[in-house]
């Protein structure tokens, strides 16, 4: 399941193709992903300039000219390739089974989304719609958005009695963050992931240094993670404590053994020893 840096690095990777072009031709092979694609779906792109791709936890977002957002979600399975030389090439990769979607951009590429189990998404808001779209309305903080610190994430913790590591799989205190980085980001600011959610926040909502240390390695891991996505190392053994259970701590000085526990049905990864 794609978290955050990986749907970052789709949306680096695919930025050029789209961002400042236009749709010229949009082909859809079904009729539905996990959802129906929205009536019109190709009339209300095609001819439509994108003027921004950006993301919002794990959706992407193609901001259209008509005032209208192209909003895609990449399920379990979904990604993109991209055929820098148009046409020919990406459509004929797998006979174009799972190649649910070609969009031919101005740019010249081909953009063509591929999804074996079709868990995706492709949505339109209608102009002034974004905001209030059911999945991105009560969205929580942007995690490597500049404002994101800890006195965000505090008041986005404070008062949740539930445990810092199921808080941070809740999309309203921090969107885009999934069951591998909570563990990750929980070992680097020396957190146990058993902490209730509300000891980051003084009563009154202020962050504590707890907060500090957790904003700090949230950014820091998702940051990492979207480098090395991005890189040849993917899938490398690139996680400090994630599926690492019986290992040793990777904390210098630490002697501790990493555990996995079950919170809400999750797998966490720790060390007892240096998170507190
Ligand atoms: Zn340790």
Do not use: W
């Amino acid at each position: 399941m794609p978290e955050l840096p990986e749907v970052e690095a789709v949306r680096r990777e695919i930025a050029p193709a789209m961002q400042g072009a236009r749709f010229e031709h949009v082909l859809l092979r079904r009729a539905n992903l996990r959802i129906p694609f929205p009536r019109n779906f190709a009339g209300r792109l095609e001819g439509q300039l994108v003027e921004a791709l950006t993301r919002r936890g794990k959706y992407l977002l193609a901001g259209l000219s008509s005032g209208e957002t192209l909003i895609i979600h990449l399920g379990m399975s979904g990604s993109f390739d991209v055929d820098r030389d148009g046409a020919a090439g990406g459509l004929e990769r797998d006979g174009g089974r799972h190649d649910h979607v070609v969009f031919d951009m101005s740019s010249g590429a081909t953009v063509i989304f591929n999804d074996p189990r079709r868990f995706g998404l492709m949505d339109i808001a209608a102009r002034g719609r974004l905001e209030r779209y059911p999945a991105l309305r009560a969205m929580g903080p942007e995690p490597l958005s500049p404002e994101f610190a800890a006195d965000i994430l505090a008041r986005a913790c404070r008062g949740r009695k539930v445990s810092l590591k199921v808080a941070l799989l809740d999309q309203r205190v921090v969107a885009g963050l999934g069951n591998i980085y909570a563990s990750e980001a929980l070992h680097r600011a020396h957190l146990s992931p058993r902490r209730r959610a509300s000891t980051l926040a003084t009563a009154g909502g202020a962050p504590r240094e707890g907060a500090r240390r957790l904003a700090a390695a949230i950014k820091a891991v998702l940051n990492d993670a979207v480098e090395r996505t991005m890189s040849d190392d993917y899938r490398s053994s690139r996680f400090r404590v994630y599926d690492r259970a019986g290992a040793a701590c990777p904390t210098r000085g630490c002697a501790g053994t990493i555990k996995r526990i079950v919170q809400a049905g999750r797998s966490t990864f720790y060390c007892a020893t240096c998170q507190r």
